[in-house]
């Protein structure tokens, strides 16, 4: 699925910092913004965020 | 998500107007030794002592007032990002207040402890006003690459 930062930050009403943040791996989202991007995208919320090896 | 005590996007605006008028009636009035001629704000007691000049508690007041309505102004994009930046900025601002009382707690004494701690309750404000700015600041170069 091909859209850009700023068109996924308004889709879910978000910033486009925080979509930037989130990719860069500076921002951990909340529970409610992590289960808004897996269903816009169409698949489950373990295969767009893994823990890391310190969580 | 909740939404937190703010107050509407303009004032902002509103804000710094009102700081920075505030800020020079203030300045100005330290300057003239708390006496400025034609402008005071008299608030008179007994007959017989003398008055009460409140122009510089009004130039105070202003620029708190001032300061508050910047600091707790909603930016036009409020999530959850920004709500880190403010806790965090509040954090910075708070700790470097206390540091900077600390450090006056042992320099000044008599009327330049007061004088100082005064202007350090702008301190607390002002830090969380920059740290807030400077890190939407940082956070809109990130994006720019």
Do not use: C
């Amino acid at each position: 699925m091909n859209i850009t930062q700023a068109e996924l930050a308004n889709l879910i009403k978000v910033s486009r910092q925080t979509i930037n943040s989130i990719e860069a791996g500076k921002y951990v989202p909340s529970t409610v913004l992590a289960l808004k991007l897996a269903k816009l995208f169409a698949k489950p919320v373990e295969e767009i965020f893994d823990l890391e090896d310190e969580d | 998500m909740k939404t937190l005590f703010l107050l509407p996007t303009k004032f902002n605006r509103i804000g710094w107007v009102t700081f920075l008028i505030f800020l020079v009636l203030g300045i100005y009035t330290t300057f003239m030794g708390f006496k400025i001629p034609g402008f005071q704000i008299y608030h008179t007691n007994e007959p017989g002592s003398a008055d009460y000049n409140l122009t510089d508690e009004f130039a105070f007041l202003g620029i708190i007032i001032g300061l508050l309505m910047i600091s707790f102004a909603r930016h036009v994009n409020e999530d959850e990002l920004i709500s880190k930046v403010r806790l965090e900025s509040w954090q910075w601002a708070v700790i470097i207040h206390y540091v900077l009382l600390l450090i006056i707690n042992f320099t000044t004494y008599g009327f330049g402890f007061v004088f100082t701690v005064t202007f350090n309750s702008f301190t607390l404000l002002l830090v969380y006003i920059i740290r807030f700015n400077y890190s939407l600041f940082m956070l809109k170069r990130g994006l720019a690459e």
